[in-house]
T-cell receptor
Framework: AQSVAQPEDQVNVAEGNPLTVKCTYS??????LFWYVQYPNRGLQFLLK??????LVKGSYGFEAEFNKSQTSFHLKKPSALVSDSALYFC????????????FGTGTRLQVFP | IAGITQAPTSQILAAGRRMTLRCTQD?????MYWYRQDLGLGLRLIHY???????GKGEVPDGYSVSRANTDDFPLTLASAVPSQTSVYFC?????????????FGQGTRLTVV
């Protein structure tokens, strides 16, 4: 079965420090990967996606993600964290056997401390 | 503003009662989804629809039904609510059959079954 895993329930980082939120995937064929962010009492907002090509994908709010095929990972990164980045982050993958299915990880709560 | 509208935003429901969560989108997306979000479990797909007139079961379909009479609307019905259906429900939409497109989410419906 197609799946994504987010091994960390929570990530804590000081403001100004780099942050990484981890995601690994298990997909048959080429993966189509996404990152979403959820602020309190809000729906999910799209951050960035990997389709093909450059392994470093740039997205909204200064976030980027690095696709690593050998490690089946798609970690979300930001060079300098902001307190306002504190939110719940979800990794997702399209199911290649049903392109209209989007499969989500369990989410990682990012807490950025001043 | 274009997007997805869910109603109600929150509801307290007595067990055994019937409830329909409404979802409307104005982006003319063919694919629509219903997810439930529970602490520690992330987002789990309940039902989805590739296009008007068709629906499919997701990961946790039991106790829920959907219909897709037209492109814009995708209501979710709980025929006889149970406390385990207490959750936050998100409706989403995306272009159908396109692997590299992201999904757009509504603001969610917080449902409490007592």
């Amino acid at each position: 079965a197609q799946s994504v895993a987010q091994p960390e329930d929570q990530v804590n980082v000081a403001e100004g420090n780099p942050l990484t939120v981890k995601c690994t995937y298990s997909v048959s064929g080429n993966p189509y990967l996404f990152w979403y962010v959820q602020y309190p009492n809000r729906g999910l907002q799209f951050l960035l996606k990997y389709i093909t090509g450059d392994n470093l994908v740039k997205g909204s709010y200064g976030f980027e993600a690095e696709f690593n095929k050998s490690q089946t990972s798609f970690h979300l990164k930001k060079p300098s964290a902001l307190v306002s980045d504190s939110a719940l982050y979800f990794c997702a993958v399209r199911d290649p056997y049903n392109t209209d299915k989007l499969i989500f990880g369990t989410g990682t709560r990012l807490q950025v401390f001043p | 503003i274009a997007g997805i509208t869910q109603a109600p935003t929150s509801q307290i429901l007595a067990a055994g009662r019937r409830m329909t969560l409404r979802c409307t989108q104005d982006m003319r997306h063919n694919a629509m989804y219903w997810y439930r979000q529970d602490l520690g479990l992330g987002l789990r797909l309940i039902h989805y629809s590739n296009t008007a007139g068709t629906t499919g079961k997701g990961e946790v379909p039991d106790g829920y039904s959907v219909s897709r009479a037209n492109t814009d609307d995708f209501p979710l019905t709980l025929a006889s609510a149970v406390p385990s259906q207490t959750s936050v429900y998100f409706c989403a939409s995306s272009e159908s059959g396109v692997m590299n497109t992201e999904a757009f989410f509504g603001q969610g419906t917080r449902l409490t079954v007592v």
